[in-house]
């Protein structure tokens, strides 16, 4: 299993910068990606921003332009740094690892930390 722990989530006015970070530890075998997920209040949770072992970095639409992932493949840690923060970016922020094998893909969770943008 792989052990993540996030941390940097605050409370932030809107128009305001957060960064967030993520370090991975365990079993880092056939460590593929890493990424960071949110689930804003009442709603499912969904892809923010991926990096995986070949340099492609995925944002969803909503943060393109605003949001870097950034990734450390040394020290196993991911990065987000969110500029122009909305309100509805307010959720609970949680970094993901995704392990690939010939016969498995393996999906771990953080905590989650909890980010909200208001006046």
């Known amino acids: 299993q792989v052990h993540l722990v996030e941390s940097g989530g605050d409370w932030v006015q809107p128009g305001g910068s957060l960064r967030l970070s993520c370090q991975a530890s365990?079993?880092?075998?056939?460590?593929?990606?890493m990424g960071w997920y949110r689930q804003p209040p009442g709603e499912y949770r969904r892809l923010v921003a991926t990096a995986d072992n070949n340099g492609t970095l995925n944002y969803h639409e909503t943060v393109k332009g605003r949001f870097t992932i950034s990734r450390d493949y040394v020290k196993n840690t991911v990065a987000l740094v969110m500029n122009s923060l909305k309100p509805e970016d307010t959720a609970v922020y949680y970094c993901?690892?995704?392990?690939?094998?010939?016969?498995?893909?393996?999906?771990?969770w953080g905590q989650g930390t909890q980010v909200t943008v208001s006046s």
């Open positions: 365990g079993n880092l075998t056939n460590l593929y990606s």
């Open positions: 993901n690892s995704v392990r690939r094998s010939r016969l498995s893909i393996l999906v771990d």
